[in-house]
């Protein structure tokens, strides 16, 4: 295995990427009791239309497939795999995003056992159409719980309010009548399309003999045959820059209204320098503004249009960006105004070097801190390396950004036909 030394942060990771096109990062932490180790696969809910393995035509599938997969990959013939992490003494899960499909587990005893049955389940794939239609009425059951709830409905209403076409308006579950016509054959085109392990990263980190994990591994693959597999060819809609909708009402059963603005950050195919250069440059100037004792969470809160809920967040994957700002609001209407007021300042905004070192170092400290957790760096660590940038590598380019490099950000940031509102009022 190839070892990387970051002498900066004290940190060392072994990487290989196998013959069958699995990359595999092991980062060992004698120091730790617990082990982490993810495997995950470059594929979510937004990957609906592409052309399968071995197949010529494009085709889409429906929406909720991604999840609807995950959910059914700890299912087999004769068990549920929960219980085979159980007798072993780990801790396992398993989470969709728009961009990712991912399964984990957290032991401190049995580690390669638990290896070796993550990637075993993982890349031993069981639908039955009883099974599936089973499934069915579980995951309804998930998006109704989902419906009811006024947060989420706050932050998918920010998204459909703000995509014209591009399917991250589309809940990560899909609908209700979405899931209804799903099939075993889309669960299984789907799988050997983006399973493949070309399309996958394993992640360890935690307490292991490194030379130990990386033999049970690669002598795990090599047990395997896989197809030879391309890049996948995915096909996402053309989505204009400006929002769909400038504003969104939703009525649901709530006691203080909610209200949500969101900035279309991206919409555009972004990796390497550049996705990391917007990625840090978006998340620190939405702090500064944002964060407890930033000027405009001063004037939310000195104008009472502000509480406790009030909350901040900011994405950006690998063709699609987005900040959230909201919170409950007693005046949802002020509060939308005055943030976007707010915002549209910023492109007078100056920042000088005092306040641009200030920004870096809590970006740094915040950086170091997460790292004490091995879950933040094998989730982080694959989310940048899906776009072409080392995680162990983000502090030296924080510190070299410039007093220009903000104030060339901020100046250009903000632009009223890319902010959009979300607001949930009392029925």
Known sequence: MNKLTYDHIEEVIYKEKLPNGLTVFLLPKPEMAKTYGIFSTNYGSIDQTFVPINGRERITVPE??????????FEKADRDVFADFGKQGASANAYTSFTKTAYLFAATNHIEKNVKTLLDF?????????????????????????????????????????????PVKIDIAGTVDSIHTITKDDLYTCYN???????????IAGNFNVQQMADLIKHNQASKDFASMEDVKRTYPDEPTSVAERERKLTMPVSIPKCTVGIKESSAELTGDVFLKKDLLQSMVVDFYFSKGGPFYRQLYDQQLIDASFYFETNLEKNVGFT??????????????????LLQSTNQAEFNAEEVDRMKKKKIGLLLRAMNSLEFIANKYIHYDTVGVDLFTIIPVIQSLTVEDFNTFVQNWIDDKRIAVCKIMNE
């Open 193 to 203: 399309t983006f399973y493949h392990p070309e399309n996958m990263t394993l992640f």
């Open 64 to 73: 909720g497939v991604a999840h609807f997969l995950e959910h059914k990959m």
């Open 324 to 341: 959230f700002i909201g919170g409950n609001t007693s005046d949802p209407d002020r509060f939308a105004d005055q943030v976007r007021e």
């Open 122 to 166: 993982v890349q031993d794939p069981y639908f039955s159409e009883e099974s599936v239609e089973k499934e069915k009425g579980i995951i309804a059951q998930e998006i109704e719980m989902y419906n009811d709830q006024p947060d989420w409905q706050t932050f998918m209403g920010t998204l459909k309010a703000m995509f014209h076409q591009h």
